[in-house]
């Protein structure tokens, strides 16, 4: 038992507990550098031992720029099967640990990792223990985090330690534990254990140097001779510590001869690298074999065939940081030597040689860069730009380098350190290109933030810098502009943005100036205008615009701009591929841009499961990256589809969280998506005057929630709750302008809305036509289909066309029951109860409705294992382990009312 650590203690075993149950957990412990996380890591391991078999590794600093590095440390004892696991799994891990030449996907790789530690813990549980993760490479950080999170059905246990200022731990929705310093009674006992005969001056001295670190405690007498410590000697002062990080740690390499320090310092710039690494890095192989050795039988170092590993990762440090720099660069640089001119570590450990400008290396770590991003792999990418930047002679291409670093940055979720960058390269040079590049991903960043307006002007100023130099940039930054100026509900600025675009100049851009047609017509879209649309267009074509090997969601168009020009099915399909390449690479930060566009467009086009599933994962990465304008974007979104589904206290609580953020910050978009949910909702819970009253604030002109291009997608709903509510004139004037500014016959998701509507506000047998012609539209949505169904039904039976009336309302059922829209679907039973159908009864078992007693991750699991796929299919599909799988199975199936998978084959869950 480890002095003073009573609740810690009782933490850790806790979670071991759970793991030797099978129910997984991770525990992040943080704390100051010495205040003994290792030492509880090493506790728990040796006293858990029995019955557990232990896993770890450590984050090595010289390694972290080194993909997988930690990754490959801790999964070497389990690389024999790797032949278990589905192919795509075990070659990406063959990739990230260079045994073969196929690209490390990194979501694979995370799924990889957990496969294999799944089957691992098979037979006995696991205690993996990863000391130092604040020196973890990001590509093994990645993958643990990814495992962090999917432990909860696996007999696995991951103690990670990392100090307290750290970017990347804690992690959220994982349990951490802060690990103090030691009060003064456990301090003075620790000390009495390590020194039980000392005098009190020098116990005092102590004391007051270790300030309660355990690792200071026990290491501090060490460094200090029997003279010292039986009082004899005074202590020097200082201490013989070097930096107070490190003061808990003697140079090991001390009192070596000049061959072992080396060859430690060599092993210490390499990480816990092979020793063949090392020993090729050596001038004299045999007499750094002997050297090494020896220090194994100092315990400076643990050696075995595959690493050199020293006691403890501080121990590592002080042989680094102990030696001159010149003895530093001269060992970095004996490894670049050994080291092949293709393998990465190369350029890594030339940078960390380089004393001052160096562009030679400064280019091979922007090759490194490109290799990164192409690789799908953002962190390394950024970490090699800042090393670039650094080495590079030309402020201007430092600045160029910092700003690409701050996008990766941002795209990783690390705002704050974003904006640093971006403050580093304005003040290196004041090139009007690299200026408008930093103003375009401030003003991308301004947007996620919560102010679209401000985005704006950021944006355009950046635009006109760049318009008579760079055609791309341009491009770019004015795509960017018209999504942040429709956030903010300004067709006026989408207008000026179609102008700069389709404008006369040098920075002519083809794909651009089809934008600007768009952006030309949704500006023209605003009611104050009058006459008709002054703009045509083609149908939107922008795919291949969001296909790259690192997409860049913030540099997509307007996200519902498809659906009043056409192209939704292409956008939603390039928006589902880019979320997949984001995911993979980890791009937390671009990932939930990306998913609040894919929402959208999955809601209106009536994929609700998937929208449903992507909005609870988006929402969460939203909030955790800083991003409260996609988030309460993401609110409405996930309220509209609350309403839908007839969960009015979900959709209210929803759209009041959106409402919160939307209002004083004036998103327009959000605003207008939020009132449209509750609209919705009033007008499911039957109080069409409430529903009016909301809708309204969006369509009409100076209303509360007014937005120029959403409202025309409330128009329908709108119509309908001023024809329940007996009102129809209003919904007729808005008809009206809406006639007078859109273009539904160029958007086919409109297209039946628009009939439907019309429908509704007309009399006699244009009704019926009109009806009919919304049923025939091309691109209508399963809710368009079943609501124009349900009210052609109302119509046909209140003119006494019962039996037509009763097909209509047949469909409307059939449509709404895949939805689950529920208020629509008692709606439908009502009008066929009341057209005297006795032949419908409920059913038992509602798909929509039993899908909604399903959390995102069940439905999911439960639709592929429908389909007759296994559980490990299942996982490949999902990246989960199989072991996840039939966990989440055995919660599901109480909640469907089954008892085995058989029941669940072939249901229709869709």
Known sequence: MLVGRGREWDELFTVVGAAREGKGRALVLHGPTGVG???????????????????????????????????????????????????????????????????????????ATLSLLSNASAGTPLLITVDDAHWLDPASAEALVFLARRLESEAVALLLATRNDAGLFPLPGVPDLQILPLNDADAAGLLARTLPKTVPTVRKRLLREARGHPL???????????CHLDGTTPLPDPLPLGERQRKFFH???????????????????????EPS?????????????????????TGVIRLDQREVTFRHPLARSAVYHGASFRRRRAAHLALARSLAPDDDRRVWHLAAASVGPDDAVARLLTELAERARHSGDPATAGQALRRAAELASEPLERALMLVEAAEYAWMTADTSH?????????????????????????????????????????????????????????????????????????????????????GPGPAEHATLRRFSRHFAYL????????????????????????????????????????????????????????????????????????LTSLVALELVTGQWSSGLANG???????????????????????????????????????????????????????????????????????????????????VSPGGPAEHFMVGWLVLPDLAEAWVRSGDPAPARAALARFEQRADPERAPHL???????????????????????????????????????????????????????????????????????????????????????????????????????????ELQIARLAARGMSNSDIAAQLFLSPRTVGYHLHKLFPKLGITSRTQLYGRDLS
């Open 751 to 857: 297209h039946a809305p628009w009939h439907r509507c019309r429908a509704l506000l007309s009399t006699g047998e244009r009704t019926s036509a009109r009806y009919e012609s919304a049923l025939e539209a091309a691109g209508a949505s399963p809710f368009d289909i079943g609501r124009t169904h349900l009210l052609y039904g109302e119509w046909l039976r209140r003119n006494r066309r019962i039996k037509s009336a009763r097909e209509h309302l047949h469909q409307a059922t059939t449509h709404l029951h895949m939805l689950g829209a529920r208020p629509w679907i008692d709606l439908a039973l009502e009008e066929l109860r009341a057209a005297g159908d006795r032949s419908l009864i409920e059913p038992a078992a509602d798909p929509a409705s039993v899908s909604r007693r399903l959390t995102p991750r």
């Open 277 to 297: 690494t090392v020993l090729r890095a050596c001038t004299d192989a045999d007499a750094a074999r002997d050297a090494l050795f020896e220090a194994v039988s």
């Open 418 to 502: 974003a904006e640093t960058l971006l403050k580093q390269a304005e003040a290196l040079d004041g090139d009007p290109r690299m200026r408008a590049r930093v103003l375009g991903l401030r003003g991308a960043m301004t947007h996620a933030g919560g102010d679209p307006a401000a985005a704006c002007r950021l944006l355009l100023d950046g635009a006109r810098l760049a318009r008579e130099t760079d055609a791309e940039l341009t491009a770019e930054l004015l795509v960017t502009a018209a999504r942040a100026a429709w956030a903010a509900g300004d067709p006026a600025t989408l207008t000026q943005i179609a102008e700069l675009g389709a």
């Open 523 to 594: 500006g023209s879209l605003t009611p104050q205008q009058p006459g008709p649309a002054r703009y045509r267009h083609p149908p939107f074509d922008a795919a291949a615009w969001l296909l790259s090997p690192l997409p860049r969601p913030w540099v997509w168009p307007p996200v519902l701009l498809p659906h009043l020009t056409g192209g939704t099915e292409a956008m939603t399909a390039a928006h589902r591929s880019a979320a997949d390449a984001l995911r993979a690479a980890g791009a937390d930060g671009a990932l939930a841009m990306s």
């Open 616 to 698: 609870v994962e988006g929402l969460r990465l939203a909030q955790e990256a800083g991003q409260p304008g996609y988030a309460c974007h993401l609110h409405a979104l996930l309220a509209w589809l609350a309403a839908a589904q007839g969960d009015s206290a979900r959709c209210r609580a929803l759209a009041e969280q959106s409402l919160a953020v939307a209002a004083p910050h004036h998103i327009a978009s959000a605003l207008a998506l939020a009132h449209w949910a509750l609209g919705l909702n009033a007008l499911a819970e039957g109080r069409p005057d409430q529903a009016a009253r909301l809708l309204g604030d969006v």
């Open 216 to 226: 200071a405690l026990v290491e501090l007498p060490a460094a200090l001779s029997p």
């Open 37 to 111: 996380k290792s030492a509880l890591l090493t506790g728990v391991t040796e006293t858990c031992a029995p019955g557990m078999r232990a896993l770890r590794a450590t984050g090595v600093e010289g390694e972290a720029g080194l993909p997988f590095a930690a990754l490959h440390q801790l999964l070497r004892p389990l690389l024999p099967g790797l032949g278990e696991l589905p192919r795509p799994q075990a070659d990406a891990l063959y990739g990230a640990f260079g045994m073969s030449t196929v690209r490390a996907d990194r979501f694979l790789v995370g799924l």
């Open 251 to 273: 140079d090991p390499a001390a009192g070596l001869t000049d061959v072992q320090r080396d060859v430690l310092l060599l092993a210490a710039a390499a990480g816990d690298a």
